[in-house]
């Protein structure tokens, strides 16, 4: 499977990005978000679990939302009410593994794309 994400770029801190994920195939596959800021480990922030499952980390949740649009092989991460806190750069990764427990680590994941940079100003 092969990812591309994109939509990053920069926004004042209360604004909105919407970061795209677009995968050679999307169907049978979990589909997470992840970011790293600058010196920190790569953390998770959400992920769509093949067929369905939702889960958001705890500081992201009301604020982002993903979904999957199973047509374009695409899937979307809505960022609003972002913070300075929200700066990093985000990927998006693919994985066969379905046990929602097992979705919020990197580790679950095969296939990554190269990341966009989102940075929030306040």
């Known amino acids: 499977v092969q990812l591309q994400a994109s939509g990053g770029g920069l926004v004042q801190a209360g604004g909105s990005l919407r970061l795209s994920c677009a995968a050679s195939?999307?169907?049978?596959?979990?589909v997470a978000w992840f970011r790293q800021a600058t010196g920190k480990d790569r953390d998770f922030v959400a992920a769509i679990r093949w067929p369905g499952s939702i889960t958001y980390r705890d500081s992201v949740k009301g604020r982002f939302t993903i979904s999957r649009d199973s047509a374009k092989n695409t899937v979307n991460l809505q960022m609003n009410s972002l913070r300075p806190e929200d700066t990093a750069v985000y990927f998006c990764a693919a994985s066969r593994r379905t046990i929602m427990s097992t979705l919020n680590s990197p580790a679950t994941y095969d296939y990554w794309g190269q990341g966009t940079l989102v940075t929030v100003s306040s």
């Open positions: 195939r999307t169907n049978g596959y979990s």
